[in-house]
């Protein structure tokens, strides 16, 4: 089967959500789903970009969004 995954649907998949400085909430840490690789750490300095691709299921779909990346 196919999968698409949106924001926090997405760290959700995850191993566990980190938020070390509670920026999204007073929970510092949440396990995920588990079912994906990754764990996503929140940071308070982030940059925002747009994004566009398309999702190919039965047939092409554009999508867009944004992209979020740490900046050190």
Sequence with gaps: ???I????G?????QSLH?????ESNITEFK????????????QHKRL????GI???SDYIPVKGYETAIIN
């Design 10 to 14: 997405l760290q959700m998949l995850g």
């Design 1 to 3: 089967g196919k999968l």
């Design 5 to 8: 995954a949106i924001c926090g």
């Design 49 to 52: 970009t747009t994004q566009i």
């Design 55 to 57: 999702i190919n299921l």
């Design 19 to 23: 938020d070390p400085q509670q920026l």
């Design 32 to 43: 995920g789903l588990g079912l994906m690789p990754y764990s996503t750490q929140f940071e």
